[in-house]
């Protein structure tokens, strides 16, 4: 069982950043592909960046490309979310979630695929 953790949300201006991160309990971080997902009231929960195990496959969903680059740090078991040039439709609840793979290269963007979720964090801009 993987426990993940995230970080770093709040509230914040329009045009400032954050930058959340997703501490996994995980000893082989290195075989899970990452995502972040966001939920705002009332909409379904969307994912707004994944990566593969390597890192070296990302993507962005075009509401936040540009703005939002995903990372992670397998050394310290650790996937981040940098969010600059935050907006007020960019508030909701984010998830930061975890699929185990054995072979692939490849990041994964369906809620459905993943195996392990976060609790999730806050993170409210203001106009």
């Known amino acids: 069982q993987v426990q993940l953790a995230e970080s770093g949300g709040g509230l914040v201006q329009a045009g400032g950043s954050l930058r959340l991160s997703c501490a996994a309990s995980?000893?082989?971080?290195?075989?899970?592909?990452m995502g972040w997902f966001r939920q705002a009231p009332g909409k379904e929960r969307e994912c707004v960046a994944a990566?593969?195990?390597?890192?070296?496959?990302?993507y962005y969903a075009d509401s936040v490309k540009g703005r939002f680059t995903i990372s992670r740090d397998n050394a310290k078991n650790t996937a981040y979310l940098q969010m600059n040039s935050l907006k007020p439709e960019d508030t909701a609840v984010y998830y930061c979630a975890a699929k185990r793979i054995v072979f692939s290269t490849s990041y994964y963007t369906g809620f459905n695929e993943y195996d392990y979720w976060g609790q999730g964090t806050q993170v409210t801009v203001s106009s």
């Open positions: 995980a000893r082989t971080f290195s075989t899970y592909a």
């Open positions: 990566m593969s195990r390597s890192g070296g496959s990302t």
